[in-house]
């Protein structure tokens, strides 16, 4: 599983280096998050149809009041609505671009979780499956070793353990200290089943 940094979650991206090489932390990062506010804003309806709506009342005024009261004359083939959306424009599409390279940021660190969770959910399964397989071979080997129900049982604990060890991250020293414990009692076990078969 990836580790957590230290600057944040895995679902904020990290910030872009600066021009003076500075780093923003994703959650003091205000200007991402409004550019990608901005941007979910400009894709809604509400705002298509109230741009439409300013747009038609500004060209109303503009051609049916007095000429004295026109502030963006037709005659002047509406200059100022022109220049007004021009800049609209222009602002629009880096803010747009943003959001979308925040939100690949996001998917990539997603996309990665998703492959590292794959890999332990496999390595597991790869591990249960060879413990299955030692189980079962202890179950057919009969011939050499008799099986109790207690001796199945210590077995099925300690597959168990060794399952939760691995989900919580057990460290090495007490991996290896609960699997000397486990061969000890196996070998304790081993010689009561000698001392056992000696005496029949």
Known sequence: MARRGGDGAFDAPRGRNSVLG???RPSNDTFGRFSESFARAMGTSGFLIGMSVVVVVWLLLNIFVPREAQFDPAVTNFTLLTLILSLQASYAAPLILLAQNR????????????RQRAERNLADTEYLAR????LRLALTDLSRDVLTRDSLRDELRALLEDLDARATGEDAAATEERER???RA???EQAERKAAREQQ
Request: glycine share 0%; hydrophobic share 20%.
């Open 103 to 114: 939100q690949d940021d996001r998917d990539r660190v997603q996309i990665e979780q998703d």
């Open 131 to 134: 413990e299955i397989v030692a």
């Open 22 to 24: 500075r780093s923003s």
């Open 181 to 183: 414990k486990r061969q």
């Open 186 to 188: 196996e070998r304790r």
